[in-house]
């Protein structure tokens, strides 16, 4: 038996000398540095690493028939012009650009809109899929 045991426990050691059974915390950054495991994703505007739970303006899904409810985070560039969307659904962030429309600012990309009339909403093809 105590052989057994001996023998079994240099098989551990000899894995943990070649990595297999070696773990190893932050290992997944990504490009940017940024450890997903952690919370962190990287911010285009800011140039930084952030969490996305932890930013000021948080929007919430609006589909009910959802097994989850997933959460969206807006962060504005400095002058106000940029809007950075962090969506659940999209590998990195999303830049929209204000527009003026009658006086009511609306930030755009491709087929994304976020306004901020009775709080912030955020379409997908003329679709409100987030809400504050």
């Given at each position: 038996m105590k052989r057994k045991l001996l023998v079994f426990c240099s098989f551990l050691l000899l894995l943990s000398k070649i990595g297999y059974a070696q773990v190893i915390t932050g290992a997944d950054r990504d490009k940017h540095g940024c450890i997903g495991s952690a919370g962190y994703t990287y911010s285009q505007l800011k140039k930084d690493c952030i969490r996305v739970f932890e930013q000021k303006i948080k929007l919430h899904q609006v589909d009910s028939t959802a097994n989850y409810k997933a959460i969206a985070a807006v962060i504005f560039s400095?002058?106000?012009?940029?809007?950075?969307?962090?969506?659940a659904s999209?590998?990195?962030?999303?830049?929209?650009?204000?527009?003026?429309?009658?006086?009511?600012?609306?930030?755009?990309?491709?087929?994304?809109?976020?306004?901020?009339?009775?709080?912030?909403?955020?379409?997908?093809?003329?679709?409100l899929i987030y809400s504050s």
């Open positions: 400095a002058d106000n012009r940029k809007a950075e969307v962090f969506l999209y590998p990195e962030s999303l830049i929209l650009i204000r527009t003026l429309k009658k006086g009511k600012y609306i930030w755009k990309k491709g087929k994304f809109e976020l306004s901020n009339q009775n709080g912030y909403k955020l379409k997908e093809a003329k679709k």
